[in-house]
Each structure stands twice: as C-alpha cells, then as structure tokens.
C-alpha cells in the first residue's frame, strides 16, 4: 500500500519550461489537493479535486493548471515556469470520512527549482 | 477568509523541557483543527480536535482546543531530539480544504 506517490521527487527547470508533476493515490480517496511550501509560509493550496470531474482553484493558483486524469490520479502543470514558483510541492488526498474532518494524507513532495 | 496563526514561528529548547505551541484561528464554519508534524519530507497527522476542552492525549504530546477563544495548544513533556520538526496547525471549515498555519519549527538540542 503505497499512499501517495509523487514523481519526480527533484526537478530543476529553466525559465519558461514546462513541466507536470504527477501524483496518485491507492487509498480510494474522493478529494486530491494540491499544495506548495516555502519557507516560513506553510502549506499553501493551489487547486484541488473534490471529486473526480470537478477541479477547483486555491488560495495561489496563477502560473498552474491541474488534471483530474480519474479517480487515482491528479496531476499539476507548469506552462511557463518562473522562478517564484520554486518551491516543494505535495500532493494529499482525503476520504470520505477525511471530507468531512479534513484529514489529509500526504505524499513525499517535489522539490522544485526555476533557474 | 480562513485564518490560522501560529506562535511562536520558531523555538530552540534543551532534552528534558515542556514546550506549548500555540495556534489560533478564524473560521466561517469550524468543523475540526488538525495538528501535524513534519520532519524532512510529508506532513504526519498527530490530532484531529472537535469539541473544546477534551485533551487528546499521544504518549508526551497532548492537545487541547478552547472553540469560545479560537485557539488551541500542543504540549510536549520531556522533549528528545526526535521532536525537532515543523509543527502545523490546520482548520478545516467544511467549505474549503485545510488551511495551513505557517508553522512552528521547533529545535531541541541535547
């Protein structure tokens, strides 16, 4: 039982590239989340899928798309990456029971720099 | 808009020492506070609180939430250098996904 996967774990990019972060869940999760850290800012969202079909922008969604690809799998994408987006990423879900509490279950980030 | 504030953002104390960490919030509809702790990688959930005054309790860690003054406290007894980590605090308001305080990192030095 793997939880929450996200790949890659390190990524460094030039400005302007494009790159997509990958994250899936085997828990059976509704709800997927986005979030970005820096340093003295704590956790920040940045889109999330209540459930599959639906996406929904957070509290720093500018410079980011998302896909709900199904139930498993949540992805987020980079068009244009700048250097204000280097940060670590991670990915969470929640069940059922975590919607209505907010539990959330993390994966191990994504440690990202733009050159 | 959700609010979660944390005090103090950093905090270095010796082996042995009692430490409370502090979060209070502002919420349109309060249903759960979450504490979790983060070492080098992902977030580990420690508590999820409800209702005020009932202490959860996890060998040297307790929590406790106060829903009539918005806050609540993390005790940790007897502090070990395992404890050294980012402590966040989280509120959940039904409405939108947690939203994260900016954290307290907490070093413990033997």
């Known amino acids: 039982n793997a939880g929450v996967t996200q790949t890659p774990k390190f990524q460094v990019l030039k400005t302007g590239q494009s790159m997509t972060l990958q994250c899936a869940q085997d828990?059976?999760?509704?709800?997927m989340y986005w979030y970005r850290q820096d340093p003295g800012m704590g956790l920040r969202l940045i889109y999330y899928?209540?459930?599959?079909?639906?996406?929904d922008k957070g509290e720093v969604p500018n410079g980011y798309n998302v896909s709900r690809l199904n139930k498993r799998e949540f992805s987020l994408r980079l068009e244009s990456a700048a250097p204000s987006q280097t940060s670590v990423y991670f990915c969470?879900?929640?069940?059922?029971?975590?919607?209505?509490?907010?539990?959330?279950?993390f994966g191990e980030g994504s440690r990202l720099t733009v050159l | 808009e959700d609010k979660v504030v944390q005090s103090p953002l950093s905090l270095v104390v010796h082996e042995g020492d009692t430490v409370t960490l502090n979060c209070s919030y502002e919420?349109?509809?309060?249903?759960?506070l979450l504490w979790y702790k983060q070492e080098k990688k992902a977030p580990t959930f420690l508590f999820m609180l409800?209702?005020?005054?009932i202490e959860k309790k996890s060998g040297r860690l307790s929590s406790i939430l106060d829903k009539k003054e918005l806050f609540s406290i993390l005790n940790i007894t007897a502090t070990q250098t395992g404890d050294s980590a980012v402590y966040l605090c989280?509120?959940?308001?039904?409405?939108?996904?947690?939203?994260f305080g900016k954290g307290t990192r907490l070093s413990v030095i033997a």
């Open positions: 899928s209540a459930s599959e079909g639906t996406t």
């Open positions: 409800t209702s005020s005054g």
């Open positions: 919420v349109t509809n309060f249903r759960s």
């Open positions: 828990m059976n999760h509704n709800s």
């Open positions: 969470a879900s929640s069940n059922p029971s975590g919607a209505r509490t907010g539990e959330l279950f």
């Open positions: 989280a509120v959940y308001s039904g409405n939108t996904p947690l939203v």
